[in-house]
């Protein structure tokens, strides 16, 4: 069965991102919201990179009505039934995602498959609310999806190999590059990268340097497009924090664990970008000043 409808839960930063580019691709996209105002807020941001599109001669006028014509918003959950794919990306909270999966279970016809965005959620637990494990997949897209190319196809013990191969090719189909791995915590990108971001706090708290050389010597020496601490403010203190505790109860090993100085920003509200302030102060977001 090809993949032409495709039905995406949640309209947050990661949601948003995904129906903009699978419409963007050419997939006929139903994006999901409980209410009126987020689907709102998701579908502005749509269309104000679709905008920044237009201005800068990515796409002209004509292709971005047939992008608007391809995408339909809803609050209704029974707009989903009818297709092919859908890929999750509500809250990293594995009771929400079961029961939002149990219900689309009894919705949708066998053929369609599911997909959950999740981070940090165990794709093999969150399947098992449906009738449909063989054909429930992790598919994790980056921030901010419509820039960065990666996308991870992750299969788990109860994977049909030949849908898995469909969904790597739909992954190809986005114009994003995929990479094959298993349902383990942290999939390949944040068991690498979660443990280099925890380090780079460590590195500040040991007095190594200042939070920008810190940010300047991975940016400079390395050629990383963001430092680490500029780069936890932009994925969100509240975020790394939460995907860290669970990969340290997953492995039990040190690197994994939360320095204290991310609790203590988190348990203050500091999370970074989206709250104004984190290891940087956003008031003036073109000039991030160091908080530290
Ligand atoms: N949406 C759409 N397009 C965006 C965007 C957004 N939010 N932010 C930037 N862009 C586009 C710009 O329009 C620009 O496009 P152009 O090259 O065609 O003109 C391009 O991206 C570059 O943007 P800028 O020139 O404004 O800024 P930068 O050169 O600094 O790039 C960046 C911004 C792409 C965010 C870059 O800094 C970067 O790659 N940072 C690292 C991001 C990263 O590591 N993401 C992964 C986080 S981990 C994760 O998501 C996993 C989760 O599980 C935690």
Redesign the pocket.
Known sequence: MAIERVGVVGCGLMGS?IAQVAAQAGFSVTIREVTPELLEKGLKSIEK?LA?LVE?S?LNSTEREQIRGRLRGTTRLEDLAGCDLIIEAIVEHVPAKKELFAALDKLCGPATLFATNT?SCSVTEVATATARRSRFFGL?F???V???KLVEVVRTIESDAATYEELTRFAERLGKTPVRTSDRTGFI??RL?VPYLLDAIRTFEEGLGTIPDIDNSMKLGCGY??GPFT?LD??GLD??YY?ANIMFEEFKEPRFAPPPLLKRMVLAGWNGRKSGRGFYDYSDPQNPTPLL
């Open positions: 991102g990179n920044r800068k990515a981070s994790h980056f921030n901010p419509p820039v960065m990108v944040n990268l497009p963001m780069l932009f994925v975020t790394t995907i």
